[in-house]
């Protein structure tokens, strides 16, 4: 009887130590989130431009739903205002550009199309094709022709993952499609004409 006693305490005080042992490892209970980062402001002879990058944005059950054929859409909402003092800042701006990823399985090529764009472009290979949905380059924020010379402006620039829409109620087989909603936080970035 003592010995069977002995073994029971023993399991409790290993399962407590473990347990304790365990609370001392911070657990990652949070996920890598989707920021904008390298956000650049620049201009040329008529527009103000933009260049930014999307860092993860693809997460691996949405890189393996885009390889069974599911579209992806990533939305920039981009706003340009002109800081002022003494008064609500002026909005210059407005717009929102759309990037979506389809994979076509027969011809095993990825397409990206751009909002603006009407031809998509193709890709062989995935990572590209990922590059392409994430790189902002060149994008026009606003023209010069709006802004006056000596003022301070800024863009507020955030993206987000649309909702995915699948025919015939499809989203309660693919119920992973629901993660897929994110945003990233809203950045400020502040520019001078």
């Avoid at 885009?66 to 701006?93: C, H």
Wanted: hydrophobic share 45%; glycine share 4%.
């Amino acid at each position: 009887m003592i010995k069977v006693k002995n073994n029971f305490y023993a399991v409790i005080l290993s399962f407590f130590l473990i347990v304790l042992g365990l609370m001392g490892f911070p657990a990652q209970t949070h996920a890598i989130e989707p920021e904008i980062k390298d956000i650049l402001i620049t201009n040329d002879m008529e527009n103000v431009l933009l260049y930014a990058r999307l860092v993860n944005g693809f997460k691996p059950d949405m890189e393996l739903a885009v390889l069974a054929g599911i579209p992806a859409t990533f939305t920039m909402q981009l706003e340009v205002y002109q800081d002022r003092s003494f008064s609500w800042d002026k909005r210059i701006s407005k717009q929102e550009i759309k990037r979506t990823i389809k994979y076509d399985n027969l011809k095993k090529t990825f397409s990206v199309s751009n909002g603006n764009k009407k031809e998509p472009i193709i890709f062989s290979d995935f990572e590209s094709a990922q590059k392409a949905m994430a790189d902002f380059n060149g994008i026009i924020a606003a023209p010069l022709s709006s802004l006056t010379k000596g003022r301070s402006y800024y863009v507020l620039i955030k993206v987000k993952m649309d909702k995915v829409r699948l025919p015939l109620h499809m989203e309660y087989v693919f119920f992973f499609v629901s993660y897929w909603d994110f945003e990233t936080a809203l950045y400020r970035q502040n520019f001078s004409y």
